[in-house]
């Protein structure tokens, strides 16, 4: 029996208990694998009208075994009667081959699957897709590829560590406050690979193997592309999963936030202090328990009586208004007993169905209940001028975080997680652009692949205010732009900690008000010490606030600084709006490492302190207390400009850098009109 076949332009596989698929995508190419007699239908982070007719070339190996070439631009692959896949790029290097060990079979080097290759053997065999019956068709699946020691891998989105070069790294495909699965990687090697799986899991990238599993699935699915630089895989990944959407104006401005404005008055009085000081504050942001109860979606009238007038208000100043939505749902809400009677809550396998104590939990994945949640917000927020959403919690916190006991409409929690998150910025996006709204925006707390397409501004979570912590922003940033999530910020300073007078965390402060300076979206939040009581005991006044978090709450010496940046980042406007349009176009990250624009030169791979905002801002973030001073690589090909002194130097070298503590190190790669306008702060 023959176990490769051709059909429709597609390549299949067939053998003992698994069938395996592989189509042209896009510009790279989709392979699926399955225990089960059929594949499942969902496309998952793949846009459904990007099927494309592939080249297929048959041939007959020396030893007499079938061999199938299957090509799409500038990937290959190669598929074998056992079923083995290699992939080569447009020149024929390889790129990458399935993992596996195979036993002696006679003791004449040649063993039972079929590859003359002594360094396979071994005395046990390790397939390269191995499935695990879990329940029913879902399977524990994994998929393992051979490593290169002296490969480099980045992107798969947000974890808390100071890595950069993902090489050596086990993550947790689990989304959680700060940790954030995108399941992309770009290679060193010249290939972008995408675990086309939402599921609960790990992805491996270790010296001996690369190896991604899924704990509950019914397939093996993901996608591969090849690129001559990393900016042409990324063109070619966002391709298929979407790309950001344009950038609204307010977005390229100064955001103030803080945990939390208590009334409407509190934050009328900062907004008109902003605008008595000439600053330009571009959003302030309304955060969480503004609400009678978790589910209501509405404001509290006791301590926010009239937000129509309030938002009128804060409009006629230039300031767009944000409000905080959690996807919780208390059982004395006025909307429990409808989203229960109708099926809008997210289903319990077994035990108890409950979130951060006592709520239960939107599905976002249900459109039905989409159309609800966004049909009541736009009754209570957008009708009275709100002007974008911020979607909290998009990673429940499960009382009881055994995540098979959930279940979504589109599957139980286990198999799908990452698309908890895609659904909630969805259901946002697509009532936003119903009602109107041309450049919706939503600030979420959690993604997966594709939801970049849907109006998400992706932030790091609640991190803790440390120097740690700022270092790991730094890498975190960076992999999620090049796990195509473009629209990426951090609150400035860290959230968990921070006492407004401690010498200490104000250098924290400004250190990280520079980095967010030159972030996608530069937004200041925290829950700052010492902490106010609470204004009442129940609804909209029964959380208690953090201290003062706004510019001038940190002395004066602290306040000079952050207004320079504040206006640096007003005077970046106009090139901050290129890059976001670049990332519309052909899904270009805003900050990106350095060789993502210097791929030619081989220092830029391994230098992981420096990025580039846009194509001509070297950024060097101090993420260390104390320092004043430190090293800065400016990459080859261009000369480079000191922001601060003017001075020139040649790419290619390692420089000294000053960096007192009003400034970071900052360069410019011949573009004076950048250069011109930063000084005119």
Not at 25 to 32: A, K, Q, T, Y
Not at 113 to 127: A, F, K, T
Not at 314 to 326: Q, R, T
Not at 525 to 548: E, F, I, Q
């Amino acid at each position: 029996m023959k176990t490769i076949y051709i059909e429709n332009g597609r390549v299949f596989f067939k053998r003992r208990e698994e069938i395996l698929e592989i189509c042209g995508w896009g510009r790279g190419l989709r392979v699926r694998a399955t225990a089960n007699p059929d594949f499942a239908e969902e496309n998952w982070a793949l846009e459904e009208d990007l099927k494309v007719p592939v080249q297929i070339t048959e041939k007959t190996q020396e030893n007499g075994s079938h061999l199938v070439e299957i090509r799409n631009g500038s990937i290959t692959a190669q598929l074998n009667d056992y079923g083995k896949l290699t992939f080569y790029d447009a020149q024929g290097k390889l790129l990458l081959k399935e993992y596996y060990r195979s036993w002696d079979y006679g003791g004449t080097g040649y063993n039972k699957e079929g590859w003359n290759d002594l360094d396979q053997i071994v005395q046990m065999r390790v397939p390269a897709r191995e499935y695990h019956v879990r329940n029913g068709s879902q399977y524990q699946a994994t998929l393992r590829f051979e490593a290169d020691e002296e490969e480099r891998l980045y992107g798969m989105g947000q974890f808390q560590m100071p890595y950069l070069n993902l090489k050596g790294c086990q993550l947790d495909l689990e989304p959680r406050n700060t940790q954030i699965p995108v399941p992309f990687c770009i290679s060193s090697k010249g290939y972008g690979l995408l675990w086309n799986n939402p599921a609960i899991g790990k992805a491996v990238f270790g010296r001996n193997k690369t190896e991604f599993t899924a704990q509950s699935t019914k397939q093996i699915d993901y996608w591969i592309t090849a690129g001559e630089s990393p900016a042409k895989i990324l063109e070619a990944y966002t391709e298929v999963t979407g790309r950001v959407q344009e950038m609204p104006e307010y977005g390229l401005g100064f955001w103030q936030c803080k945990l939390r404005y208590q009334n409407q008055e509190e934050i009328l009085e900062v907004a008109r202090k902003y605008k008595a000081a000439g600053l330009p504050l571009k959003v302030i942001v309304i955060d969480f328990f503004h609400w009678p109860h978790q589910g209501d979606w509405k404001f509290d009238p006791e301590y926010w009586p009239d937000p129509k007038a309030m938002i009128e208000e804060l409009h006629a100043m230039g300031i767009k208004v944000m409000v905080s939505v959690w996807p919780t749902v208390e059982d004395n809400s006025e909307n429990r007993e409808y989203m229960q009677e109708h099926d809008l809550l997210l289903r319990s396998n077994r035990g108890g169905n409950y979130a951060m104590g006592n709520t239960r939990v939107i599905d976002p994945t249900n459109p039905e209940t989409r159309k609800f949640v966004w049909e009541t917000c736009k009754k209570n927020y957008l009708d009275l001028g709100v002007d974008c959403f911020w979607l909290d919690e998009a990673e429940p916190e499960f009382t009881d975080p055994d995540f098979d006991i959930y279940r979504m409409y589109e599957g139980d929690y286990a198999s799908c997680a990452g698309r908890f998150a895609v659904g909630y910025a969805r259901g946002f996006y697509e009532g936003q652009k119903e009602a109107g709204v041309e450049k919706p925006l939503s600030l979420v707390r959690c993604a997966w692949a594709g939801a970049q397409k849907y109006g998400a501004l992706i932030w790091s979570g609640d991190v803790p205010s440390t120097f740690t912590y700022l270092k790991n922003q730094t890498r975190a940033g960076i992999n999620m732009g090049l796990a195509g999530i473009a629209w990426w910020t951090a609150d400035i300073g860290g959230f968990h900690g921070g006492n407004v007078e401690d010498p200490h965390f104000k250098e924290l402060l400004i250190r990280w008000f520079q980095f967010g300076t030159f972030c996608p979206v530069m937004r200041l939040h925290g829950d700052r010490d010492p902490h106010k009581a609470p204004l009442g005991s129940t609804g909209g006044g029964m959380v208690p606030s953090g201290a003062d978090n706004e510019i001038w709450s940190y002395g004066p010496e602290a306040e000079k600084i952050l207004t320079k940046y504040v206006r640096i980042r007003e005077n970046l406007k106009a090139y901050i709006a290129e890059q976001m349009e670049e990332a519309r176009k052909c899904g270009a990250p805003v900050i990106r490492p350095l060789f993502y624009q210097f791929p030619e030169d081989p220092v830029c791979w391994k230098k992981e302190d420096s990025y580039l905002f846009g194509p001509d801002l070297l950024v060097t973030p101090i993420t260390e207390e104390g320092v004043r001073e430190t090293t800065v690589y400016l990459p080859a090909g261009k000369t480079w400009k000191n922001v601060w002194t003017g001075e020139e130097f040649r790419g290619g070298q390692e420089i000294r850098a000053e960096a007192p503590l009003e400034d970071l190190p900052l360069f410019t790669a011949e573009n004076e009109r950048l250069f011109t306008a930063i000084r005119e702060v």
